[in-house]
């Protein structure tokens, strides 16, 4: 299992949208491949209920658009309650937990970090205030990154003794 996922979502091509996108990249070569994997998409896929199933702790990051520009929110997600037969082009978190966890029989905790976006137009650049709070957000990822993974050694240790 890999101890901590990180999927880092939004279009790079469409301003703030790409947040997630950005923040991944940024995030890359921070741990130990086995211990934090770190993806960077253009938007959720059902393929990642595949690498959902295999984690302890899956941080999603992601731009939204109904929310002070800059301002960095975090809460836990859970699998949505009833699964629709349908399937779409777009996924979210929750639908990829309870995914994850029907066809893979496990759905770890997971988080949500958002990022309030001001534009969402066509270009590569962020806005000057998403791009200043990328810093706050790469810290905050970071320390959950910790707790994660301090978490997960716990609970290794735990079940040596």
Not at 28 to 51: F, I, S, T, Y
Request: charged fraction near 15%; charge should be negative.
């Amino acid at each position: 299992m890999t101890p901590v996922l990180i999927i880092g979502y939004g279009n790079p091509l469409r301003s703030d949208d790409g947040i997630g996108w950005h923040a991944a990249q940024s995030l890359l070569n921070e741990w130990p491949a086995d211990q934090v994997r770190v993806e960077a998409a253009h938007q959720l896929l059902p393929e990642m209920a595949a690498w959902i199933g295999d984690a302890d702790c899956v941080i999603f990051i992601d731009a939204y658009w109904d929310a002070v520009p800059g301002r960095i929110r975090s809460h836990g997600v859970r699998p949505e309650k009833t699964m629709t037969a349908s399937m779409t082009h777009h996924f979210s978190p929750q639908r990829l937990l309870a995914n994850a966890r029907q066809l893979f029989y496990h759905a770890p905790g997971a988080v949500l970090v958002t990022v309030g976006g001001s534009s969402f137009e066509h270009g590569e650049a962020l806005s000057p205030t998403v791009a200043a709070a990328l810093p706050d957000l790469l810290t905050q990822v970071k320390k959950i990154v910790r707790g994660a993974l301090a978490k997960t050694a716990h609970v290794k240790v735990e079940s040596h003794a």
